[in-house]
């Protein structure tokens, strides 16, 4: 091998740390207003009014029950009525009948409710997701995304449609109450109201460790979804490491980290309830006592105490519930801190008001280019620790001619894969210009910039579905014969065709049941495709076998014709045809030539070309050592 393998490597290597550093430092966990948080149901606000008015009347019912009450035992029982009880008994059933059918349909609503803010907001983060810059994706983890996506989409989602109106109802019950209690005996209400201080501490108190618990729960879930997406997308190189048991411990520990914290949330909810149902069964003691008293003494009938009590209870019912749905809502809270984090990251400018890049011939020119990666602190820096600049290209400056080919190759590291990102413009370049045919990239509208380049990379990415469907991701309109003639100038029809589906042959998560050399002939298909004017090649060779890279080579020659074609080199056949070869070194371009006038150079470039024999010759000398040590 002549080269290394680009710059993909290197750049992982230095964002290895950030992409392991914990989330929260990554996003900055924000706390955010419960307006914010409720804003979410705006679009809903139509079901959910109809769902407030059922609630209203729901709620009126049930405080009137205490007073039926009151009169059942002053009247009725007194009078020994029996036909105003047949009608009382019989009233009281057909409100409940009434209650129980409006009761169902704003459980309906509240539940439909619930389900379409799941979904619109797991779409909305999900769009958010598709526009947010490269660089975003280089400093985070897919399974701490997900479970943002997942997870906290779900608690907040129940937090909310579950807890909104049950909290009103609760309110209107727990208010209903007090000013019909203080109808009936305004001192016995005084006594009831002294327990309403200590409740608002207890909660005020407890409910900040239960938000702050439940983000370490979802933060915890998070990392241990990590865990479980990277242990997943790879059972091959766990197992072949017999590394099973240490991803076992792994997410393990991730998960023990969340039992703990959700085990510190469980006891702030456990002593929330209890403490508030202890000052509010208190207070029902009290009354008994005092009301007794009072009924003694000929101010207070036995019916207007019996009323009473259950009007207690209907207080002490929603400070209870109150409690549970606070604790649940600071939960919310938590999760919607994260989830609005996500949503705060600044998206990629598409420039949608830029012009569109007309048609081009090819003539691309770098001007003087820089750029540096942001690599935020590590997890044991200072907390005021700022994102450190690691420069990757430094004025670098070159031009390619419509129809040439172009060839970076250096060491890994070097900047060839950070090239041609930046003239796709996945990162913005700190300074400089790059151009094609005189256009500078950034005065047009990204979409009409990258829907002329296409790219073939060393690893090419293959989504589930059909062999079709990721040639078509190429050009989402190409008819199926303009699919199939894609597939058979990129000499992948011979083993599509032996295939028992064919086209339609699925390919298994990520290309799983095609070779490297079969999963390379379909991102050749899919760039043939695209028809681009301008060919970006990053080391499509590089990991494939001779008789797979002789027929992907042979593609990509048929994928060259007439197009502009920059190549980061690893292999010596595309090398040593290239126009120019730019070899670049920590950054810079330090030669230039053709190969045959590099190699006259006697520097860096024909330093590796040695170095690529020697390599061959140390290969070929490996099956005799190998059988000299088994001799052994």
Known sequence: ?????????????????????????????????????????????????????LLIITSGLGLLFPLVIRSFLDSIL???????????????IGVF?????????????????????SVDLRTKL????????????????????????????TLLQTSLTGNVLPVVSQVLTLFGSIAIAFTLNWRL???????????????????????????????????????????????????????????????TVRMGESLRQALRRARAQSVLGPLIGFVGFSALAIVLWYGGHEVLAGRLTTGSLVAYIVYLTLVVGPLIALTGLYSQIQAARAAGERVFALLDEPVEATDAALPALPPVHGDIAFDHVSFAYTVPPADDAPADAQPERRAVLRDVSFTVAPGQVVALVGPSGAGKTTTLSLLLRLYPSDSGAITIDGTDIRAVNLPSLREQLAVVPQEPTLFGGS????????????????????????????????????????VGERGVKLSAGQRQRIA?????????????????????????????????????????????????????????????????????????????????????????????????????????????
């Open 524 to 632: 050749i298909a899919r760039a043939i495709l695209r028809n681009p004017r301008i060919l970006l090649l990053d080391e499509a060779t590089a990991s494939l076998d001779n008789e797979s890279e002789a027929l992907v080579q042979d593609a990509l020659n048929r994928l060259m014709q007439g197009r502009t074609t920059m190549v980061v080199a690893h292999r010596l056949t595309t090398v040593e045809r290239a126009d120019c070869i730019l070899v670049l070194d920590k950054g810079t371009i330090v030669e230039r030539g053709t190969h045959a006038e590099l190699l006259a150079q006697h520097g860096l470039y024909a330093r590796l070309y040695t170095r690529n024999f020697a390599d061959l010759d140390e290969m070929a000398e490996i099956p005799a050592t190998i059988a000299a040590l088994t001799s052994e």
């Open 78 to 92: 007194t009078q020994h009525d029996d036909r105003l009880l047949n009608i009382v008994a019989g009233a009281l």
């Open 467 to 506: 062999i079709a469907d990721n040639i078509r991701y190429g050009r989402l309109d190409a008819t199926d014969d303009e699919v199939r003639a894609a597939a058979r100038l990129a000499n992948a029809l011979s083993f599509i065709d032996a295939l028992p589906d064919g086209l339609a042959s699925a």
């Open 1 to 53: 091998m002549i080269m290394g393998r680009g710059a993909r490597g290197g750049r992982r290597a230095r964002l290895r740390s950030a992409q392991d550093a914990k989330q929260p430092r990554r996003t900055g966990a924000q706390t955010i207003s419960l307006r914010r948080l409720v804003a979410l149901l705006r679009p809903y606000v139509g079901r959910l009014s109809i769902a407030f008015v």
């Open 126 to 153: 999900f769009r958010h997701l598709q526009a947010l810059p490269l660089s975003f994706y280089d400093q985070r983890r897919t399974g701490e995304l997900m479970s943002r996506v997942t997870n906290d989409v």
């Open 97 to 117: 009948i009434f209650q129980a059918v409006l009761s169902s349909w704003q459980n309906y609503l509240l539940t439909s409710v619930g389900e379409r803010l």
């Open 189 to 251: 209400t005084l006594v009831v109201l002294a327990v309403a201080p200590p409740t608002g501490i207890i909660s005020a108190l407890l409910g900040r460790r239960i938000r702050n618990a439940t983000r370490g729960v979802q933060e915890g879930l998070g990392e241990a979804g990590i865990v479980l997406e990277e242990a997943l997308a790879a059972p091959r190189v766990v197992k072949s490491f017999a590394r099973e048991a240490y991803e076992d411990q792994r997410f």
